[in-house]
């Protein structure tokens, strides 16, 4: 079956510093690929995601490469601000005619920015 | 915009108990999901609904059932609650096209006594 694994926290980092966090992943198939964050007390929401091999997701700073080839698709961020305090989830889903459209979790990695 | 509503946000239960989680969506998605979190274990799918009609197991799905109601609604039901159901849980919503956001609910923090 499909699975997602990341890199364990806490990561706690200085403000401006350089950010990444690892996520692995296990599918049978071409997934799309995404990355969710989860401010304090909040649901989920999308940051950025890449749906083939060699597509680059991008958003608030944030970007992260659809590499086959290794099965990864790590997250970086090169100066993280206090406000990036959060967690972040790597997910996969395989979207196809047959699939079920089931997005498929990491455990998440909490980011602490102190200032 | 509204989104992914769930109810209640909050609630306490004693062992035993039933309760219904309610969620709708207003997006006109096809497929819903059921979700709990909790500390060291992610997301875990609980049961999902591919499209109007239809609902199937996720990876958890011992003890709760669900209903998909209407093309908005998909509730989550608890019939006899246990300690180990103390979680956080997500209702969301997709559409189904390669890449589509999953857009999630608040969430509903339950805890079972």
């Known amino acids: 079956g499909n699975s997602v694994t990341q890199m364990e926290g806490p990561v706690t980092l200085s403000e401006e510093a350089f950010l990444t966090i690892n996520c692995t992943y296990t599918?049978?198939?071409?997934?799309?690929l995404f990355w969710y964050v989860q401010y304090p007390g909040e649901g989920l929401q999308l940051l950025l995601k890449a749906t083939k091999a060699d597509d680059k997701g991008s958003n608030k700073g944030f970007e992260a490469t659809y590499r086959k080839e290794t099965t990864s698709f790590h997250l970086e961020k090169g100066s993280v601000q206090v406000s990036d305090s959060a967690v972040y989830f790597c997910?996969?889903?395989?979207?196809?005619?047959?699939?079920?459209?089931?997005?498929?979790f990491g455990k998440g990695t909490l980011l602490t920015v102190n200032p | 915009n509204a989104g992914v509503t769930q109810t209640p946000k909050f609630q306490v239960l004693k062992t035993g108990q039933s309760m219904t989680l309610q969620c709708a969506q207003d997006m006109n998605h096809n497929s819903m999901y059921w979700y709990r979190q909790d500390p060291g274990m992610g997301l875990r799918l609980i049961y999902y609904?591919?499209?109007?009609?239809?609902?199937d197991k996720g990876e958890v799905p011992n003890g709760y059932n669900v209903s998909r109601l209407n093309k908005r609604e998909f509730s989550l039901r608890l019939e006899s609650a246990a300690p180990s159901q103390t979680s956080v849980y997500f209702c969301?919503?997709?559409?189904?096209?390669?890449?589509?956001?999953?857009?999630f609910g608040e969430g509903s923090r339950l805890t079972v006594l």
């Open positions: 609904s591919a499209s109007e009609g239809t609902t």
């Open positions: 997910a996969l889903s395989e979207d196809s005619g047959g699939s079920n459209y089931k997005l498929t």
């Open positions: 599918a049978t198939g071409y997934p799309s």
């Open positions: 969301a919503s997709r559409t189904r096209v390669v890449g589509g956001e999953l857009f």
